[in-house]
């Protein structure tokens, strides 16, 4: 069975930095892609960022590019997201996700397991 557990999270200043972990677990995650999504509340779930677990290619959404940045260490099984220069509209909770069968990475519904999440606060 897949898990995925999300840690990194908390309370941030506009203009700091945090980075995000995700343990992954239960299967091995060859020609998977991995992405990282969010939620602020009110609003619907949003992609963020996606790498593939194998050649390590990645996709960002325009609103945190140059900004965030994906990445994972197969050995250690662990998905990673470093978020530089956080604005307060970065607030909201980041799930990390396995996409089995990658199609459209972008999309919410392409991904089939899905972390608890972690809160990301960033004050202004």
């Known amino acids: 069975q897949v898990q995925l557990v999300e840690s990194g999270g908390g309370l941030v200043q506009a203009g700091g930095s945090l980075r995000l972990s995700c343990a992954a677990s239960?299967?091995?995650?060859?020609?998977?892609?991995l992405g990282w999504f969010r939620q602020a509340p009110g609003k619907e779930r949003e992609f963020v960022a996606a790498?593939?677990?194998?050649?390590?290619?990645?996709y960002y959404a325009d609103y945190v590019k140059g900004r965030f940045t994906i990445s994972r260490d197969n050995a250690k099984n662990t998905l990673y997201l470093q978020m530089n220069s956080l604005k307060p509209e970065d607030t909201a909770v980041y799930y990390c996700?396995?996409?089995?069968?990658?199609?459209?990475?972008?999309?919410?519904?392409?991904?089939?397991?899905w972390g608890q999440g972690t809160q990301v606060t960033v004050s202004s």
């Open positions: 790498i593939a677990w194998t050649g390590g290619s990645t």
């Open positions: 996700a396995d996409d089995t069968r990658p199609g459209v990475v972008t999309r919410s519904l392409e991904y089939d397991y």
């Open positions: 239960g299967r091995t995650f060859s020609r998977h892609v």
